[in-house]
């Protein structure tokens, strides 16, 4: 029966090494041993942007990307776009089974009594400039949400997590209407705790004069799957983020600010916001072959297409296609649709793209749906945020609770000068 080790020769000096391989893996502290002499630190790895390192041991959600295959628990993406809600799957990324009726019932009731947020958040809100981008004011006021509740950092009190964990759902949407209606001039308005978790959102955003807000029920569906499709994806990173800034045992408010500000970049969750400028860019069918070369000539890349671990088309992404024919039979088509149909086609046919395994990813279909629900497009990555949030609070409580994590602290190359001593600015060239 073959070894689970790899041998390795140091042709620098002729010695042979037994490395133990775990689980497809070998630990690059194993390395430390190929040194050189005394004094040498012994072997590292060198793994810019993590191309090839495992950082953890998660059981939260999986991704085949040969095989466009992404499964929460286990469960797959699609059977639970099918058939779960988003707060049901927020409680299986958490506890990692699907809950009883009386757990839902309960994990529901908690989520719902917490929507309300301190009256001084809206002063922070307030604060900020009438055109602020809402992604800026969602990371702010999740951070300042640590100072309400001082008792989240007692990260290893079970009780406090799940009481933070409840806040941190309950809250993202309410900060996240907060932020829309200050951008837009509308007077806050109010959780009403009388819908669902996707309904009241709504309600919270597009609510105006009417005594009370009825969400239009296929389009609170459609938000609510969006929401699970969105709700985790092993190690991305905004979720490295969480586990890096949890990992010195910050509060969740802290970490999850600094992950939502991962997220806030055009490379990962902005990209949903760039598709429809994008796509608005480009204006009509005839100008997809003229753009399309221009990203082939590296000018800029084209967003919503391309992914670290699909290397075939991102599950979600045909899922949320499904969706955008459900919500156009209430908005009415959003015609944008078309141009991305046909961008996805030329694309998907052109060897720049085969060649790279360049296919559609979840935030190439979803701002077009958004947009036809009337969100703003600066709220797209707010959305975005809102659905990650349970994904990333189960990977915060997964790496809490893992034997092998420490801080996250990983080595260099130095590539810096030699010592050399200080000039006095008189004597500087
Ligand atoms: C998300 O990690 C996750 O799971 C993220 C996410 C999640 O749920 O958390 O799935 C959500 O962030 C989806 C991705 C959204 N971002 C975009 O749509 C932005 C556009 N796509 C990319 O910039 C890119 O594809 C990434 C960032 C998604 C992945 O980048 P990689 O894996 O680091 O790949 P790379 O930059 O090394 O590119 C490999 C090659 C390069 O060409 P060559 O140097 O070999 O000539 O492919 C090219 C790149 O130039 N390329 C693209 C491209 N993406 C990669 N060229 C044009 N357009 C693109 N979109």
């Not at 502290?29 to 810019?48: A, C, F, H, N, S």
């Not at 991102?314 to 078309?338: H, M, Q, S, Y």
């Amino acid at each position: 029966m073959p070894k689970d080790t790899l041998s390795v020769i140091d042709n620098r000096t002729g010695k042979q090494y037994e490395l133990p391989i775990e689980s497809g893996t070998i630990r690059a502290v194993d390395l430390r041993q190929i040194k050189l002499g005394d004094g040498d630190q012994g072997l590292e790895t060198y793994d810019p942007g993590f191309l090839n390192t495992a950082a953890c041991r998660s059981a939260i959600s999986f991704i085949d990307g040969d095989k466009g295959i992404l499964r929460y628990r286990g469960y797959p993406i699609e059977q639970l776009a099918e058939r779960s809600t988003f707060l049901e799957t927020a409680y299986l990324l958490l506890n990692g089974e699907l809950p009883s009726a009386a757990e839902l019932d309960s994990w529901v009731f908690n989520i719902t009594h917490h929507t309300i947020v301190h009256e001084s958040i809206k002063k922070f809100i307030d604060g900020f400039h009438h055109d602020a981008h809402p992604m800026g004011m969602f990371v702010s006021t999740v951070a300042a949400l640590s100072t309400f509740y001082p008792e989240a950092k007692h990260i290893q009190d079970e009780t406090s997590r799940r009481n933070q964990i409840f806040r941190l759902i309950a809250k993202t949407p309410t900060l996240a209407a907060f932020a829309h209606r200050h951008s837009v001039g509308l007077p806050y308005a109010y959780p009403d705790n009388d819908l669902s978790y996707t309904g009241n959102f709504l309600n919270m955003m597009f609510k105006t004069t009417e005594v009370k807000y009825t969400p239009n029920k296929t389009l609170e569906r459609a938000l609510d799957v969006l929401l699970i499709l969105h709700a985790d994806h092993e190690q991305n990173c905004s979720t490295s983020a969480m586990r890096g800034v949890g990992s010195s045992h910050a509060d969740p408010y802290s970490a999850m600010a600094a992950a939502a500000a991962a997220l806030y970049g055009p490379l990962h969750g902005g990209a949903n916001e760039e598709v429809l400028r994008t796509l608005r860019e480009i204006g009509s069918k005839d100008r997809i072959p003229a753009y399309i070369d221009r990203v082939k000539r590296g000018e800029f890349r084209l967003f919503g297409f391309g992914h670290r671990i699909y290397k075939n088309y991102d599950p979600r992404a045909t899922i949320i296609k499904r969706i955008a024919e459900e919500v156009f039979e209430v908005t009415g088509k959003n015609p944008l649709i078309d141009i991305a149909v046909e961008l996805e086609r030329i694309a998907l046919q052109d060897d720049y793209f085969v060649s790279r395994k360049l296919y559609p990813n979840v935030d190439f279909y979803s701002g077009i749906i958004y947009e036809a629900m009337k969100f703003p497009i600066d709220m797209f990555p707010v959305l975005f945020a809102i659905g990650r949030t349970p994904g990333w609070l189960a990977q915060w409580q997964e790496m809490l609770l893992d034997k092998d994590q420490k801080i996250a602290r990983p080595r260099q190359i130095y590539t810096g000068p030699d010592k050399r001593d200080y000039v006095a600015i008189e004597n500087r060239g």
